[in-house]
């Protein structure tokens, strides 16, 4: 990755500072951990992996330049001066300190006693890091009465400290992108922001950090199935908002790049799909781009034939428009082959919620306000369960939950729904082990048996709860059920899209202990990888970073306002609910490769259907099999 080598630079020069401040400064204390920033509060994805990482104390906070060997001694700054929050990696850039800046005889402990510096002399308002640049203090304008304790704080030094013209990626105009090493000075002016206008929702992007322009001049060729083609094919003023949306993120890239897009949008099954894409590869024709794919799609990854994108010059995970969570969890030896974001509206579309009818909700308890309770991190299995029990009225006095009675909550029981309440509750379904590679979990954990039961509780004992067989969705809206557990599309395409009494909130927590609510996301949904028989990789993961930006910057916010019928913009409780759904996706690496190891998937539903985790046994030998297997052939294959 572009920006890996900056980091590894960063870290060392921080770590060798450390050290000679350490034999200076015996005092010198232990590195930190940095806090961690949660995605929904304005840009997405923690998304989960892009922020907070600890910096050893000390590290780069005085250069040679703003402090001379009379300046600061043992007395003047020592570990409470400055905190592992101060001075992140992008403050020591690699031409800023090196170990010939500061040396054993620059700073002596006879310059300045104890008695020199208080913490009062200058307070945090005296003191900006626009205020002082190292051209501005020499020796003779810091003394030690002038850096206090007092002197550095969290808002002093940032990672906007240091800006993009000191170390910057070098913009190719030419038909392969390339990049500069790093340099001490700027030799090509950083790229010219490419940006959208602001939405008020953190989406606006300042810099993806790719070439403005360039002139490929060729025909970049999408392979995607025939259900998923909404994500691509959208023409110019005949469709939805949406639709005009993928519209406009198709041309700007386009335009961007002189590209053409093709799509070739066919096909349901993708095990059959999959096959004729391996063959494809398998004969060196070029044929695809881009795949965006699920299921069987896998098998391309475990035979080598995809692209690894964590080691790809262009393609950049931790940008938001990539989700962190997916990242990950199909993370296996440091390789990722596959990867979603906002490009895959099949993704957000899936993402899996409680719907709600909000005249039924104020009749079962007219003084349970929904939303705040979520808000609250009230919103539980339990609170799902008596407000369900309250709802339902046995219309036939069979004492039975039927289709003939109002019901409380009904959900479809088909494919892995039920799984997603076991995802719900945070319980890692395939934990890593000592390696870092996914594992099974011993089916005698008392979390998981007591997940289990609180899940099969909820779904198959309590009163005017009913599943169904069927796919079809009900019409929430009139008034035959209180709560339904369904994709977030419904909201775009179902009864719940005309209606003015129709809600959705997160799945609830399966247990009140959790930290936080978790959103599973259907399997069915696109996933995006790069084929090894690219006839130009440089170009293809360009454009296809390129897709990804835009689809952050254009279909995401029109995303969440067609969801919400326009409530996201205008700061609604949908939009929190949206928001902090999105925040908080979670996916399971044995649903991921399903294809490769299926039987896993199958025992954790029939445990779920039963309540007996027991059932988990009769196919663990198996499972574990399967599972090691598809492991090991993503860490056998070779670059």
């Known amino acids: 990755m572009k920006y890996r080598t900056l980091r590894l630079l960063a870290s060392a020069l921080a770590l060798i500072l450390c050290a000679a401040t350490v034999s200076m400064f015996p005092g010198c204390a232990e590195p930190g951990k940095g806090d961690h920033v949660d995605p929904v509060s304005g840009s997405y994805g923690p998304v989960p992996g892009q922020s907070g990482a600890a910096v050893p104390e000390g590290a780069a906070d005085v250069t040679a330049a703003d402090v001379t060997t009379t300046g600061v001694t043992t007395a003047d700054i020592n570990a409470a001066d400055i905190t592992t929050s101060e001075v992140t990696t992008a403050d020591a850039a690699a031409t800023e300190v090196t170990t010939a800046d500061v040396t054993a005889s620059d700073v002596t402990t006879a310059d300045v ?12 308002a005296e003191v900006t890091t626009t205020e002082v640049t190292t051209a501005e203090v020499t020796t003779a304008e810091v003394t030690t009465a002038e850096v206090t304790t007092a002197n550095v704080t969290t808002a002093e030094v940032t990672t906007a400290d240091v800006t993009t013209p000191e170390v910057t990626t070098a913009v190719n105009t030419g038909a392969t992108p390339e990049t500069t090493p790093v340099t001490t000075q700027q030799t090509t002016p950083p790229p010219t922001p490419v940006t959208g206008p602001a939405d008020g929702h953190g989406l606006q992007l300042a810099d993806d950090g790719l070439p403005v322009s360039a002139d490929y001049g060729r025909t970049f060729t999408v392979r995607t199935g025939g259900g998923m083609r909404y994500e691509w094919e959208a023409d110019e003023g005949c469709g939805t908002a949406l639709n005009e949306a993928v519209f406009r993120r198709n041309a700007a890239v386009k335009e961007r790049f002189n590209i053409g897009i093709d799509v070739v949008a ?43 994108l964590e080691g790809l010059e262009f393609i950049d ?57 979520v808000r609250n991190g ?34 479809n029981h088909y494919s892995y729904n039920t799984l997603a309440f076991l995802y719900a509750s945070g319980f890692d379904t395939t934990p890593r082990d000592a390696d870092g590679l ?124 067609a969801v919400t019928k326009g409530g996201y913009s205008k700061g609604s409780e949908l939009s929190q609910m949206q928001g902090l759904m999105y925040g908080n996706l979670v996916f399971d690496f044995s649903l991921i490769y399903r294809a490769d ?33 598809t492991v090991m052939q993503l860490l056998d294959i070779t670059d």
């Open 378 to 411: 009230g919103w539980t299995a339990d609170e799902l369960t008596r407000l369900a029990a309250a709802a339902w009225i046995d219309r036939d006095a069979d004492n039975r939950t039927t289709d003939a009675d109002r019901l409380g909550f009904t959900f």
């Open 113 to 124: 006693t104890i008695a020199d510096v208080t913490t009062a002399d200058v307070t945090t």
């Open 317 to 373: 995970l931790d940008r938001p428009w990539w989700n962190d969570s997916f990242r990950a969890e199909t993370e296996i030896g440091g390789r990722n082959y596959f990867a979603v974001g906002p490009i895959s509206l099949s993704m957000l579309s899936s993402m899996q919620c409680i719907f709600f009818n909000s005249d039924i909700l104020r009749e079962a308890d007219s003084s349970f306000d929904i939303c705040q309770t």
């Open 438 to 561: 996914p594992t099974l979990p011993h089916p005698s954990s008392l979390r998981l048996n007591d997940v289990v039961e609180r899940i099969h509780k909820l779904l198959y004992t309590g009163k005017g709860v009913m599943h169904c067989h069927s796919i079809s969705e009900p019409d929430i809206s009139e008034g035959n059920t209180l709560f339904f557990f369904g994709r977030l599309k419904y909201a775009l395409n179902g009864h719940a899209s005309r209606a003015e009494n129709c809600g959705f909130v997160p799945v609830p927590k399966i247990t009140p202990a959790q930290d936080r609510y978790y959103t599973p996301v259907d399997p069915v949904m696109n996933m995006y990888c790069i084929p090894a028989d690219v006839t130009n990789i440089e170009e293809d993961q360009v454009i296809t970073e390129a897709l990804a930006a835009e689809s952050h910057r254009t279909l995401l916010p029109e995303f969440f306002d």
């Open 597 to 629: 190891a299926p039987s896993y998937p199958y025992s954790l539903q029939s445990a779920l259907s039963s309540g007996e985790v027991s059932d988990l046994y009769l196919m663990l030998k198996t499972e574990k099999n399967q599972l090691e297997k």
């Open 266 to 308: 066919d096909g349901s099954d993708w095990k059959k799909i999959a096959g004729d894409i391996q063959k494809s590869i398998m004969a060196g024709t070029g044929a695809y781009d881009l795949i965006a794919g699920y299921d069987g799609l896998t098998r391309l990854a475990t035979a080598g034939m995809l692209y690894d």
